[in-house]
């Protein structure tokens, strides 16, 4: 950002006016940025974001009325291009996934400092996300355990089969997989053979390879 007229628009959404206020002072040094509005709920958050068109909307998750998630989807129908960072106490994976599947572009606890919080909304601003480091290594594990589950379920394999393929990884020899499913030898032969026709391979080598590409194990 080079002058003034290229300053980043904030609104700020708290039912708390002490926190409103407590950013206000948090952003006030940072001469890129302009808070251009305040809401203490979500639908006055709504009506700020029409009326101001903010870049970037600071959002607590609970508020009186609307929760933050619903204000979320609100705010990317009305103005697709706006950026949402959360802020919030709660410091839960299962809050954030909430909120990041909903359309937000960041997740930050309230205990952030004034320059992470304003590197943040910068960063958002560019069009990256951005989210609190005590979160992030959990977030991500939860996602790529999400997006492994939406594979394997399209992948058309049986949960049995996926075992195999994972023992088969494992080096586990066809008595060793009988023994891990409760199964005879002979079942874990066929269901090997149902493996390689549906992964479109012809060994154990080229299954547990295809599977790895695939992101099945």
Do not use: W
């Not at 939860?142 to 492994?148: D, G, I, L, W």
């Not at 009988?178 to 269901?191: C, D, G, K, Y």
């Amino acid at each position: 950002m080079s002058n003034a007229d290229e300053r980043t628009r904030v609104l700020v959404v708290d039912d708390h006016p002490i926190v409103r206020h407590g950013l206000r002072g948090m952003l006030s040094n940072a001469h890129d940025l302009e808070i251009v509005g305040e809401a203490e709920n979500g639908a006055m958050a709504l009506q700020q974001v029409v009326r101001v068109k903010p870049h970037v909307v600071l959002l607590d998750i609970r508020m009186p009325g609307q929760n933050g998630v619903h204000v979320i989807r609100q705010i990317k129908r009305v103005a697709p291009d706006t950026r949402v960072i959360m802020l919030t106490i709660h410091d839960d994976v299962a809050s954030a996934s909430r909120c990041l599947e909903a359309g937000a572009d960041g997740y930050l606890l309230k205990q952030v400092g004034p320059v992470e919080l304003i590197q943040a909304i910068r960063t958002v601003h560019q069009g990256q996300r951005v989210v609190a480091p005590e979160l992030a290594s959990d977030l991500i594990g939860q996602f790529v355990t999400m997006a492994r589950e939406r594979t394997r379920s399209i992948s058309g394999l049986s949960r049995d089969e996926l075992r195999i393929l994972e023992g088969m990884a494992e080096g586990a020899t066809y008595r060793e997989l009988a023994t891990r499913l409760s199964i005879s030898e002979i079942t874990v032969r066929r269901r090997v053979q149902d493996v390689y026709v549906k992964l479109n391979v012809s060994d154990r080598a080229e299954a547990v390879a295809t599977a790895i590409r695939a992101g099945l194990i």
